[in-house]
């Protein structure tokens, strides 16, 4: 069985500087994907229309919300450009400091986040702090520290959580998991990965122009829909979840 990942296993500065290595470098030869192409859409749209103060925290050139109207902050400068010339408003920072002040949002987006930084729970302090009272916040969260494979390093994870752990965790900081729906992005072939990592780590420039124009494309057109349902459902062999949760305070 894999040994799982614990966020004392690197620190803050090696998980900073290999998810930026890696993002970066996706993000400088990537387009900007607009969120009605992915399969949260149809989730979040109407979240998004009811909520006119709206925050989405690292999304890269994949976000998740509407562009207008929307505060994107993110690291990669790369991701920060395109996002500015498709008319959104953008802000250099992280999750674990935001640029933004105390219960500015009623909507908060932070998918594929909180696995990465050594200190989770002061990134959903960060949450906390910006959200309104009664606020939607969307996380995705990788289930099952023993799942742990290579792709959780590939793509810059420090753990993965026990469905227990995340719950006791949110709602230590004031958070409530009202729906999830089943979610991920692992490939389902370790031979596949491995071939990605080979390349990714020998060739990257032509790893990036397949993964950007080849792969991401067929990914977005063989999207399974995704469906809400009650507090965690059934988390048995699921590898991720997407979380919609309500801030308390």
Not at 62 to 70: D, E, F, I, S, V
Not at 140 to 145: A, K, N, T, Y
Not at 150 to 167: K, L, N, S, T, W
Request: charged letters at 20%.
């Amino acid at each position: 069985m894999p040994q799982a990942r614990t966020a004392g296993s690197r620190s803050n500065a090696e998980l900073i500087g290999a998810n930026r290595g890696f993002y970066d470098a996706l993000w400088s030869r990537a387009r900007l994907i607009g969120p009605e192409r992915f399969n949260t859409w149809p989730l979040l749209r109407e979240l998004a229309a009811a909520a006119p103060r709206r925050l989405e925290v690292a999304p890269g050139l994949r976000p998740r919300l509407p562009l207008a109207g929307t505060c994107f902050v993110d690291l990669s400068q790369a991701a920060l450009r395109q996002l500015h010339a498709a008319g959104a408003n953008v802000v250099h920072g992280m999750i674990g400091a935001l640029p933004c002040a105390d219960a500015s949002f009623e909507l908060i987006c932070a998918l594929d986040i909180i696995e990465h930084v050594a200190d989770d729970a002061s990134a959903l302090a960060e949450l906390a702090r910006v959200a309104a009272p009664g606020a939607s916040v969307l996380l995705s969260v990788p289930l099952h520290p023993a799942a742990w494979s290579a792709f959780d390093d590939f793509v810059g994870h420090c753990r993965r959580y026990e469905p227990a752990q995340i719950v006791s965790l949110l709602a230590a900081h004031g958070f409530i998991v009202e729906r999830s729906a089943v979610y991920g992005m692992q490939p389902k072939s370790s031979r596949l990965l491995d071939l990605g990592q080979w390349y990714l780590t020998h060739q990257r420039e032509r790893a990036m122009w397949w993964y950007n124009r080849v792969f991401m494309p067929l990914g977005l057109r063989f999207q399974s829909p995704l469906q809400w349902r009650d507090g965690l459902g059934d988390t048995r062999g699921v590898d991720e979840l997407l979380l919609r949760c309500r801030y308390r305070g």
